[in-house]
């Protein structure tokens, strides 16, 4: 810590943690994507933490113990580390702890992770976890248990209430059939933001520019890329505080006979080099799905009003 400010504290053994989050109360979870339903439960805890005059911890995940064991079976995530740990601040977490995941940790039964990170490491006063969350080996122990031996260990606990929006409850996996669909707005909803991307932009075909159109082509995207289509975005160069509108095109370029999916951003009114720049993007509303188009002269047209209207979205 750093004169009271959050921090990090990264987790790669069962070590000694900083004196200053021990007694702290925690919240455990991959609290991908950040959503409202985390949000609640971060609120949840940052309440609990501060009645009792106590740090509220956040700890998580990186890599996510399902891309450990079942790599194949792993989603793709919807926000990166670093924006995770943002977002579970802003959320209310004081410090957010990240486990560096592997068999050190995963190995763990349920009660050994209690014992030995929630008692040994954090002399934790009070957790709160929700009704879902499931922990230790082959995910042997549950909120229930868990409240059981916090209550034998004179631990406060408490399982927060799910999140509803329209009579469902937010979830991670929600989202990301809304972004398969390409249903940008409920994936907002759920998330209390716009969902983000980002990549590094790369030299591409060049048809953009050629057509007045220049777009940035983003490569090494770590978050879950909705499905196919035109969308009124904002973007900005990761580390500036400048917003831009944009448009941005995801799914291969039919017109011109490709066939490799891309991720394709034109700033609206930019002029300068994105070149190895990393970009993100919020994805801000589905103007239309891709289509192939009969010549330049259609190509264009469609492209005018596609940037019109992601400027006065």
């Not at 777009?215 to 879950?224: P, V, W």
């Not at 011109?256 to 991720?263: E, I, L, N």
């Amino acid at each position: 810590m750093d004169g009271g400010r959050p921090s990090v504290i990264t987790i790669e053994s069962f070590g000694p943690v900083p004196r200053a989050v021990r007694g702290a109360f925690l919240a455990v979870g991959n609290f991908d994507g950040v959503h409202r339903g985390h949000a609640q439960l971060i609120g949840r805890l940052r309440a609990r933490a501060e009645a009792a005059g106590a740090p509220a911890v956040a700890l998580t995940f990186d890599p996510p113990p399902v891309a450990v064991l079942r790599p194949d079976a792993a989603p793709i995530p919807l926000t990166w580390l670093d924006r995770k740990v943002e977002l579970l601040i802003e959320a209310g977490a004081t410090e957010v702890g990240v486990f560096h995941t592997g068999p050190w940790l995963l190995g763990l039964t349920a009660r050994e992770f209690f014992d030995r990170v929630v008692i040994g490491q954090f002399a934790a006063r009070g957790m709160v976890e929700g009704p879902t969350f499931g922990f230790g080996r082959d995910r042997g122990g549950d909120a229930a248990l868990l409240g059981s031996w916090c209550a034998e260990a004179g631990l406060e606990f408490e399982i927060a209430a799910p999140t509803e929006i329209d009579g469902r409850i937010v979830s991670s996996s929600r989202i990301r059939r809304a972004l398969s669909e390409g249903d940008v707005d409920d994936a907002a909803l759920l998330l209390g933001r716009p969902h983000r991307l980002r990549g590094r932009v790369v030299k591409g075909a060049g048809r953009g520019a050629g057509l007045g159109f220049p777009t940035a082509n983003l490569d090494g995207i770590d978050t879950q890329i909705p499905a196919d289509g035109v969308y009124a975005v904002t973007a900005r160069i990761s580390g500036e505080a400048t917003w831009h509108r944009g448009a941005a095109h995801i799914g291969p370029n039919a017109t011109f006979g490709a066939t490799a999916r891309t991720v394709e951003v034109h700033l609206i009114d930019f002029a300068g080099d994105l070149y190895d720049r990393t970009l993100e993007v919020d994805l801000i509303r589905r103007l239309r799905p891709t289509r192939k188009f009969d010549g330049i002269d259609d190509l264009l047209r469609q492209i005018r009003e596609d940037v019109e209207l992601a400027r006065q979205i």
